[in-house]
């Protein structure tokens, strides 16, 4: 239990740390719990959204979802995203791209990389209310649960002391890779529809080549990059649905 509250602590800015006081030894367990995360943040994004088109249209109200996540997560994700894109896309060597996402201040990458990922995301805004919410609540599950098989994966590029948590996580045991597992397919399962299953798959190719950057480049991951991996396999998850949706529209 104290390792699920840890997830909820430590990737919502919801004050779960109120319920009791979290050994620190919890937060190392974290990352399969991951998944059920998404089911809170992606559930608030959802019930935002629901409420918010009942009285206005459409494209405010996916607006105003976006946003509700982010003030749930405090911008955790896409903070990473951005130290990714300036460190990935500004870094020659290992130790150089390492320095610079360490740093605080955003580069010209990472403003570029948060437009172009919001600009994409922005055109979710064209399908219909329903099937948005499927693919938004679908979307953060699994792609959590895919994000986090990069502990599994790679190592840590950065000795234990230089993480900005003060913590390395540990790779998930059988039994936590089943709940992981689990808890991020059983949306899709429920809730998804059969002619977009195939966009589940989106993800892991985009984990794939993410891992392979990652492994080339640092050798291993860092908390930056499991934020990017899970946006950039989130949204990987929404384009391959609407590709999905308008090859069916298409062909009738």
Same mark, same amino acid.
């Given at each position: 239990?104290? !390792? %699920?509250?840890?997830?909820? %602590? ?8 109120? %319920? ?9 367990? &974290?990352?399969? =719990?991951?998944?059920?995360? +998404? ?9 935002? *959204? ?5 009285? *206005? ?7 105003? /979802? ?13 903070? +990473?995203? /951005? ?5 990935? $896309? ?9 320095? %610079? ?8 990458? $990472?403003?570029?990389? *948060? ?17 948005? #919410? &499927? ?16 502990? !599994?994966?790679?190592? =840590? ?11 390395? =996580? ?6 936590? @890779?089943?709940? #992981? ?10 809730? @998804? ?6 966009? /589940?798959?989106?993800? &892991? ?20 990059? #499991? +934020? ?6 989130? *949204?990987?998850? =929404? ?6 949706? !308008? ?6």
């Amino acid at each position: 239990m104290n !390792n %699920i509250l840890a997830a909820f %602590i430590l990737l919502t800015r919801l004050p779960f740390w109120r %319920i009791k006081e979290v050994p620190t030894d919890s937060f190392k367990h &974290i990352v399969p =719990y991951w998944p059920l995360v +998404g089911w809170l943040t992606g559930g608030i994004m959802v019930t935002t *959204l629901w409420l918010t088109a009942q009285v *206005l249209p459409l494209p405010t109200a996916w607006g105003i /979802a976006i946003v509700s996540r982010l003030l749930v997560s405090g911008c955790l994700h896409e903070d +990473g995203l /951005a130290d990714f894109f300036d460190g990935f $896309g500004g870094g020659k060597t290992r130790e150089h791209t390492l320095s %610079i996402m360490k740093d605080s201040h955003i580069g010209s990458y $990472g403003v570029i990389g *948060l437009i172009c990922y919001f600009l994409l995301l922005w055109q979710l805004h064209h399908l219909p209310l329903h099937s948005l #919410c &499927i693919l938004v609540f679908c979307g953060d599950c699994w792609s959590k649960c895919c994000a986090s098989q990069i502990v !599994n994966f790679l190592p =840590y590029a950065r000795k234990e002391g230089e993480s900005k948590t003060g913590v390395l =996580y540990n790779r998930m045991t059988i039994g936590e @890779l089943f709940v #992981c597992l689990i808890v991020g397919l059983l949306p899709l399962a429920v809730l @998804l529809p059969a002619k977009i299953w195939v966009a /589940a798959f989106f993800p &892991i190719f985009t984990f794939a080549l993410l891992c392979l950057l990652m492994k080339r480049r640092l050798q291993g991951y860092t908390g930056d990059c #499991c +934020g990017a991996t899970f946006l950039l396999c989130e *949204l990987s998850f =929404y384009i391959g649905s609407l590709i999905l949706i !308008n090859l069916t529209y298409i062909n009738g």
